[in-house]
């Protein structure tokens, strides 16, 4: 993935947004801008984390309006990788943690895993969310299942639904555990991303004896379950 033009289109997509009240570009993007600049010029990484923290008090929890040509662009550089439905602040946290170097991986990776650690629910989802775009892919794949094992609705939502990620990269077993989680915590499965394409031997067996049981139990099926067998 080209995370230069991934950074570009995420920032044109704030810079469309209209501002509820003028109609004009949103305040926000002022100071992600300003924030930007003094960053590059210093990279410390206490600068980093603040900026992070402190986006929803300068970008608002508006869901984003995006145009069906830049929903476009954003597929076609990371295939899969969607924001409808996101907040602004939601996108702008995705859109700053694209402005970290990555040219050193054990720097980089350390960076933002330290947010993981640290990080409330609204910046765990916005975390999680940007697993797709995030550099060393491959990095990530053991936080990922820390997502899906999380107990926080939404949190869960992040990681596995209409995010690329867990489908590109998650082994079997880990596949195989998200999927369940989903129909256990009631997900709408028909949102994740490979369902029908990660079908495999041992996670139909597992989904045979779950609906088995539902079925002597009396009680319904989840809704989208022969998707995943």
Known sequence: MN??????????????????????????????????????????????????TAIPRFVNKQVLTVPPDLAFSLERIRPGFTIQGWTRDRLARVWWLL?????????????ISELFKAAEM????????????????EAWRFQATEGVRNNIADVQSAIMLNNPYPADYLDEAAWNQLILKAFFTEKDV????????????????TLTDYVAERRAAGRSLPEGIELAM
Request: proline fraction near 5%.
């Open 3 to 52: 995370i230069l033009q991934m950074n570009q289109t995420l920032f044109y997509i704030l810079e469309q947004q209209p501002d509820a009240d003028a109609g004009v570009s949103t305040p926000g993007v002022a100071y992600l801008r300003q924030q930007t600049e003094l960053f590059q010029q210093d990279l410390k990484t206490a600068v980093f984390y603040r900026v992070f």
């Open 99 to 111: 402005q970290l170097p990555v040219d050193g991986q054990e720097t980089y990776v350390k960076t």
């Open 190 to 205: 028909s949102q994740i991303i490979g369902l029908t394409e990660r079908k495999n031997a041992r996670l139909t067996q």
């Open 122 to 137: 609204n910046e765990l989802v916005a975390l999680y969310s940007a697993l797709p775009v995030l550099a060393y892919p």
